[in-house]
């Protein structure tokens, strides 16, 4: 096993969400999204500002609940048809009390 091409390469990132422009799409979209609303309504430094605190806040939230807190906020909270329609591989929330 002396020679490296024997070996496989693992890539480093499995886990990692995907991405738009180097930017998680979960916070560049809505911020973007925001933006283009309140610009094309004659808002730009309105938009700019909320847009900003969007996508900040959305940093500050993921770097310290996890990178799936949005998902996992979703799938507690939101109703049950949700997690029918969305996560259909996993059961409703309130058949997994015993997972809180």
């Excluded at 993921?62 to 048809?81: D, F, H, V």
Aim: hydrophobic content about 50%.
């Amino acid at each position: 096993m002396d020679n490296p091409t024997q070996f496989y390469s693992i890539p480093k990132h499995l886990n990692n969400t995907t991405t738009l422009l180097g930017f998680a799409i979960d916070e560049l979209g809505p911020a973007l999204v925001l933006f283009g609303i309140l610009f094309m309504a004659n808002h730009a430094l309105i938009g700019m500002a909320l847009a900003a605190i969007w996508f900040l806040g959305m940093r500050r939230i993921k770097s310290q609940y996890g990178m799936c807190i949005l998902r996992l906020t979703a799938y507690w909270y939101a109703p049950s048809e949700f997690s029918s329609s969305f996560l259909k591989r996993t059961p409703a929330a309130c058949r997994r009390y015993w997972l809180r």
